[in-house]
């Protein structure tokens, strides 16, 4: 039952894993989404960005789009968030 489920994804037991690519307004508010909706299963391994500036100190980056397709097989990510400005649609498209 549905129930059974978000008891087992908010023990920890069959979740799968995100990342969120930008690290504005956006992306922290889908990473606070995704921590307060924790019966969802999804964990939110980091960040992928493509200029880290110092506004994004506090957050876990993993590396920049070109890393991707790699951060995907490391980490065995199942859903990638796109939160990025609409003037950076060239990024979203490679």
């Not at 894993?17 to 606070?32: D, E, F, L, P």
């Not at 960040?47 to 100190?57: A, H, I, K, M």
Request: charged share 20%; aromatic share 10%; hydrophobic share 40%.
């Amino acid at each position: 039952s549905w129930w059974g489920i978000r008891w087992l994804r908010s023990h920890g037991y069959n979740r799968t894993h995100c990342v969120i690519v930008g690290t504005g307004r956006t992306a922290r508010k889908i990473a606070r989404a995704l921590r307060s909706a924790h019966w969802m299963g999804i964990k939110n391994i980091g960040f992928v960005e493509d200029q880290p500036s110092r506004w994004t100190g506090d957050l876990d980056i993993l590396g920049t789009t070109a890393d991707l397709p790699g951060l995907l097989h490391k980490y065995q990510i199942s859903h990638v968030f796109i939160a990025l400005p609409m003037n950076a649609s060239s990024a979203a498209e490679r």
